[in-house]
């Protein structure tokens, strides 16, 4: 069975900076590209950043240069480093697996539970 548990959200100022995590089981990680995914109040959800198995990564231009998406594939685990935060950020963050593609969230195989982010002071 695929699990993706995400965890590391939390309540944080502005400009503040959070990691979050994504612990992957059930198949085999590190052959396959893996995105972070974002939900805000009342909003559709936003493609934030991918990672192919080799370690390529694409940003969405509204978090270039402030988050980092990582992968510790020995541990079967996702990473995205949040940077510079901002009140916009707030949202729920989804580990999961594309499917066809980075944007096409419809056809992605597998989602994580969420984590919720919240960017406020």
């Known amino acids: 069975e695929v699990q993706l548990v995400e965890s590391g959200g939390g309540l944080v100022q502005p400009g503040g900076s959070l990691r979050l995590s994504c612990a992957a089981s059930?198949?085999?990680?590190?052959?396959?590209?893996m995105s972070w995914v974002r939900q805000a109040p009342g909003k559709g959800r936003e493609w934030v950043s991918g990672?192919?198995?080799?370690?390529?990564?694409i940003y969405a231009d509204s978090v270039k240069g402030r988050f980092t998406i990582s992968r510790d594939n020995a541990k079967n685990t996702l990473y995205l480093r949040m940077n510079s935060l901002k009140p916009e950020d707030t949202a729920v963050y989804y580990c999961?697996?594309?499917?066809?593609?980075?944007?096409?969230?419809?056809?992605?195989?597998?989602w994580g539970q969420g984590t919720q982010v919240t960017v406020s002071s």
């Open positions: 999961a697996k594309p499917g066809r593609g980075w944007y096409d969230l419809d056809e992605y195989d597998y």
């Open positions: 059930g198949f085999t990680f590190s052959r396959y590209a």
């Open positions: 990672i192919n198995g080799g370690g390529s990564t």
